[in-house]
């Protein structure tokens, strides 16, 4: 109990001591301008990966289509932010944008949720899989605009939406949603991360989150003693597709252009690797392999057309050195260490 | 009123009569015992009791209340929790999270409360902690709540599945083999455990065992199981010596 609170601080510990240096750094100018840029999709990616694991590592389901859910906030709350940029101040609307992509991306976690965890087996993986593929098509035919007389909508083209003058076209189909304000930055970033890091830890450390890691152990076991397996899936689901979509408003609002291309299969598995290599059920990892994986190509640039090549390799080799049962091992040597010091300093 | 009453319970797999007219009858409080030879369908009725498998024909009750049919969930839910004769435990959590997690529905706060840890957790979870140590006291399992369940020595496991068992709350036990893989010692304290949880806990327990000495030290009835039917049923010490069981279990 004690062990795992600690633990817990060490994971926030950790991402106010990166947002400390980050703003130093930053401050003295020793930063260069592209990792600068890089900041908030740091904090996006680090949102999506502890939101993934709660599925991947605590619920025990494979879902393949983060990308899809964060794609769904992402419009959803660019779109509530265009239609209301001109009638609400800074401030609120952005509040309210996020709680709109995380409650939009939730539902559709929902509706498929709802027929798919009541299966046994990996259909959750599938059906997501093709939710993101899906869901891309999807926002990329849709165009919406709005004039005095209302919002139009369309799935051919801007101009068979028949606006007047005035009229705005909001999301124009592949192009996708332009001119949305840069509401993001890299502080907001850190609190939803730190937001995420709290719902998620608090929750499986919580009635809940025992139902939800007791029935990854064993379903049968968990049906045997009272336990509504599918309700419990359902929620560490529902949870992590809303945050992603709140990684998703992050995403929409640090670039003037949203446009689906981004939220393809790539990313969707680029934010599983993030989990698997931080460690299936570990929150602290998630978000140090989705921070150096995402800053490492552009620490690498200077290597050129080498560049993929040694991500490549460093994945692998951050694999081998990672989940290795001697590299393991020695972990625990290390760490019984300098448990032993710490008592006879005490 | 009968803790337990079976009447022609029948599953088959394809072409196999698993279990055929299965009838048994529980007094309130009886410690009851299932034996059979191996492949006698002893199992099979367990998982019809619990829902695992759905009976083709007959009528489970609980205390009265028709309970056939229902699913695994809904069954504990009424009352009935078992055991499993190849240990299925909740191998990453803790001992003490494996009894907390048999609790989550006899002790309630929201999941935003668990969230964003409002008072009704603090208050409830502490409730949990006393009740769940409570039960792994009985058990002899208090010291090590803090191991993950896998670390645990096996016969300790299986006492881990009773204790976790009893957190929900039960009116009737079903134990499957739970002496499976101990020792003489460990039997004779595990018999007397069970007696305890049956006359603490005031429930019935039903249990299927292979060693005949837990079964004639504790059991005050049998009904013997062969070919998925029954053989014979009474009290322990006769069922026991009747030629039929013992050409069952022996052969001519």
Redesign the interface.
Same mark, same amino acid.
């Given at each position: 109990m004690k062990k795992k609170i600690s633990n817990n601080m060490i994971t926030y510990g950790m991402i106010l001591l990166f947002y400390v240096i980050m703003q130093v750094m930053i401050s003295t100018g020793s930063i260069s301008s592209l990792l600068q840029g890089l900041l908030v999709p740091l904090c996006m990616y680090a949102i999506a990966a502890v939101s993934l694991n709660l599925v991947v590592g605590f619920s025990g389901e494979l879902s393949l289509g983060q990308a899809g859910f964060m794609c769904v906030g992402a419009y959803a709350s660019a779109f509530f932010t265009k239609l209301t940029e001109e009638t609400l101040p800074e401030g609120p609307r952005f509040l309210i944008a996020i709680l709109i992509g995380a409650v939009v991306a939730a539902i559709f976690g929902f509706l498929i949720g709802i027929p798919v965890l009541r299966l046994r087996g990996d259909y959750l993986a599938i059906v997501t899989l093709a939710f993101g593929e899906i869901i891309k098509n999807l926002v990329s035919v849709f165009h919406v605009g709005v004039d005095k007389s209302g919002i139009h909508f369309s799935v051919k083209d801007a101009a068979s939406l028949n606006l007047d003058e005035e009229g705005r076209v909001l999301i124009d189909g592949p192009l996708g949603i332009t001119g949305t304000p840069k509401n993001a930055n890299f502080t907001i970033g850190i609190i939803l991360l730190f937001l995420t890091v709290f719902i998620v830890l608090n929750l499986v450390n919580s009635r809940s989150g025992r139902a939800i890691t007791a029935i990854r152990d064993n379903r049968i076991a968990a049906e045997s003693i009272g336990l509504n397996v599918t309700k419990y899936k359902l929620m560490a689901f529902v949870i992590s597709t809303a945050l992603a979509g709140v990684a998703g408003v992050l995403y929409s609002h640090n670039l003037s252009t949203l446009n689906v291309k981004f939220f393809n299969y790539n990313t969707s598995i680029l934010i599983l690797v993030f989990v698997v290599l931080g460690g299936i059920g570990n929150v602290k990892g998630s978000i140090i392999a989705a921070i150096l994986l995402t800053a490492l190509p552009e620490l690498l640039r200077e290597l050129q057309d080498y560049r993929m090549l040694i991500y490549a390799i460093l994945l692998i080799g951050m694999m081998l050195f990672n989940w290795a049962p001697s590299a393991i091992a020695f972990r625990e040597r290390v760490k019984d260490k300098f448990k032993s010091n710490k008592k006879e300093a005490a | 009123m009968k803790a337990l009453e079976v009447k022609n319970l029948c599953i088959s797999f394809g072409g196999l009569r698993a279990v055929q007219g299965f009838d048994l009858s529980i007094e309130k409080g009886a410690l009851y015992g299932l034996i059979g030879p191996n492949g006698a369908g002893k199992t099979t009725v367990f998982n019809l009791l619990?829902g695992?498998y759905k009976p083709d024909e007959g009528i489970v009750k609980l205390e009265g209340k028709d309970i056939t049919g229902l699913?695994? !969930?809904a069954i504990?839910?009424a009352g009935v929790? $078992?055991t499993?004769q190849n240990i $299925?435990?909740?191998? #990453?959590?803790s001992v003490l #999270?494996?009894v907390?997690?048999?609790l !989550? #529905?006899i =002790?309630? =706060?929201s999941?935003f409360a668990?969230?964003? $840890?409002l008072p009704s957790?603090f208050k409830?979870?502490k409730l949990?902690n006393e009740k769940a140590t409570e039960i792994l006291e009985v058990f002899d399992l208090d010291k090590e709540k803090?191991i993950l369940a896998s670390n645990l020595p096996y016969g300790k496991q299986r006492k881990l599945e009773i204790a $976790?068992?009893l957190?929900?709350n039960p009116k009737l036990l079903l134990l499957d083999e739970p002496a499976a893989g101990m020792n003489p010692n460990e039997t004779i304290e595990l018999m007397n455990t069970i007696r305890f949880v049956r006359d603490h806990f005031d429930i019935t327990v039903l249990l299927i065992e292979h060693d005949m000495k837990l079964v004639s030290g504790i059991c005050e009835e049998l009904t013997v199981l062969n070919f998925g039917e029954v053989l014979t049923k009474g009290k322990t010490s006769k069922v026991l010596n009747e030629p039929a069981v013992i050409t069952a279990y022996l052969g001519e």
């Amino acid at each position: 109990m004690k062990k795992k609170i600690s633990n817990n601080m060490i994971t926030y510990g950790m991402i106010l001591l990166f947002y400390v240096i980050m703003q130093v750094m930053i401050s003295t100018g020793s930063i260069s301008s592209l990792l600068q840029g890089l900041l908030v999709p740091l904090c996006m990616y680090a949102i999506a990966a502890v939101s993934l694991n709660l599925v991947v590592g605590f619920s025990g389901e494979l879902s393949l289509g983060q990308a899809g859910f964060m794609c769904v906030g992402a419009y959803a709350s660019a779109f509530f932010t265009k239609l209301t940029e001109e009638t609400l101040p800074e401030g609120p609307r952005f509040l309210i944008a996020i709680l709109i992509g995380a409650v939009v991306a939730a539902i559709f976690g929902f509706l498929i949720g709802i027929p798919v965890l009541r299966l046994r087996g990996d259909y959750l993986a599938i059906v997501t899989l093709a939710f993101g593929e899906i869901i891309k098509n999807l926002v990329s035919v849709f165009h919406v605009g709005v004039d005095k007389s209302g919002i139009h909508f369309s799935v051919k083209d801007a101009a068979s939406l028949n606006l007047d003058e005035e009229g705005r076209v909001l999301i124009d189909g592949p192009l996708g949603i332009t001119g949305t304000p840069k509401n993001a930055n890299f502080t907001i970033g850190i609190i939803l991360l730190f937001l995420t890091v709290f719902i998620v830890l608090n929750l499986v450390n919580s009635r809940s989150g025992r139902a939800i890691t007791a029935i990854r152990d064993n379903r049968i076991a968990a049906e045997s003693i009272g336990l509504n397996v599918t309700k419990y899936k359902l929620m560490a689901f529902v949870i992590s597709t809303a945050l992603a979509g709140v990684a998703g408003v992050l995403y929409s609002h640090n670039l003037s252009t949203l446009n689906v291309k981004f939220f393809n299969y790539n990313t969707s598995i680029l934010i599983l690797v993030f989990v698997v290599l931080g460690g299936i059920g570990n929150v602290k990892g998630s978000i140090i392999a989705a921070i150096l994986l995402t800053a490492l190509p552009e620490l690498l640039r200077e290597l050129q057309d080498y560049r993929m090549l040694i991500y490549a390799i460093l994945l692998i080799g951050m694999m081998l050195f990672n989940w290795a049962p001697s590299a393991i091992a020695f972990r625990e040597r290390v760490k019984d260490k300098f448990k032993s010091n710490k008592k006879e300093a005490a | 009123m009968k803790a337990l009453e079976v009447k022609n319970l029948c599953i088959s797999f394809g072409g196999l009569r698993a279990v055929q007219g299965f009838d048994l009858s529980i007094e309130k409080g009886a410690l009851y015992g299932l034996i059979g030879p191996n492949g006698a369908g002893k199992t099979t009725v367990f998982n019809l009791l619990t829902g695992v498998y759905k009976p083709d024909e007959g009528i489970v009750k609980l205390e009265g209340k028709d309970i056939t049919g229902l699913k695994t !969930t809904a069954i504990n839910r009424a009352g009935v929790a $078992r055991t499993f004769q190849n240990i $299925r435990l909740f191998k #990453d959590m803790s001992v003490l #999270d494996n009894v907390k997690a048999a609790l !989550t #529905d006899i =002790y309630k =706060y929201s999941t935003f409360a668990g969230i964003f $840890r409002l008072p009704s957790y603090f208050k409830t979870e502490k409730l949990m902690n006393e009740k769940a140590t409570e039960i792994l006291e009985v058990f002899d399992l208090d010291k090590e709540k803090n191991i993950l369940a896998s670390n645990l020595p096996y016969g300790k496991q299986r006492k881990l599945e009773i204790a $976790r068992a009893l957190a929900t709350n039960p009116k009737l036990l079903l134990l499957d083999e739970p002496a499976a893989g101990m020792n003489p010692n460990e039997t004779i304290e595990l018999m007397n455990t069970i007696r305890f949880v049956r006359d603490h806990f005031d429930i019935t327990v039903l249990l299927i065992e292979h060693d005949m000495k837990l079964v004639s030290g504790i059991c005050e009835e049998l009904t013997v199981l062969n070919f998925g039917e029954v053989l014979t049923k009474g009290k322990t010490s006769k069922v026991l010596n009747e030629p039929a069981v013992i050409t069952a279990y022996l052969g001519e």
